[in-house]
Nanobody, 126 residues
Framework: QVQLVESGGGLVQAGGSLRLSCAASGRAFSASAMGWFRQAPGKEREFVAAITWNGGSTDHADSVKGRFTISRDNAKNTVYLQMNSLKPDDTAVYYC???????????????????WGQGTQVTVSS
């Protein structure tokens, strides 16, 4: 019901910025809660940020608070992750995810999401 495609990853120096985009297909996007996760080599997938169906509520992991911002544009079927002041520890594959049930809730666990994109690589050099 929802297909997700991430873009915007790349190589950036520490202190730099990137904006990730996640384009969704299907009418269900505007009725879904969304999230961003990341996974570094040898590590588990971890929560980065989440947003409710209308963008009214957001949540960010402590490790990215004040540096990353999640947002969405339902008219464009797209969710964004603005990443500033990047650090080498932010290096990972970044995934967006969607869940259609109870979209007014913020979800921080990967198991709560039903749909996933293929991921986009973010590499931060020191």
């Amino acid at each position: 019901q929802v297909q997700l495609v991430e873009s915007g990853g790349g190589l950036v120096q520490a202190g730099g910025s990137l904006r990730l985009s996640c384009a969704a297909s299907g009418r269900a996007f505007s009725a879904s809660a969304m999230g961003w996760f990341r996974q570094a080599p040898g590590k588990e997938r971890e929560f980065v940020a989440a947003i409710t169906w209308n963008g009214g509520s957001t949540d960010h992991a402590d490790s990215v608070k004040g540096r990353f911002t999640i947002s969405r544009d339902n008219a464009k079927n797209t969710v964004y992750l603005q990443m500033n002041s990047l650090k080498p520890d932010d290096t990972a594959v970044y995934y967006c995810a969607a869940v259609l049930t109870r979209p007014w809730l913020l979800r921080t666990s990967p198991g709560e999401y039903d749909y996933w994109g293929q991921g986009t690589q973010v590499t931060v050099s020191s």
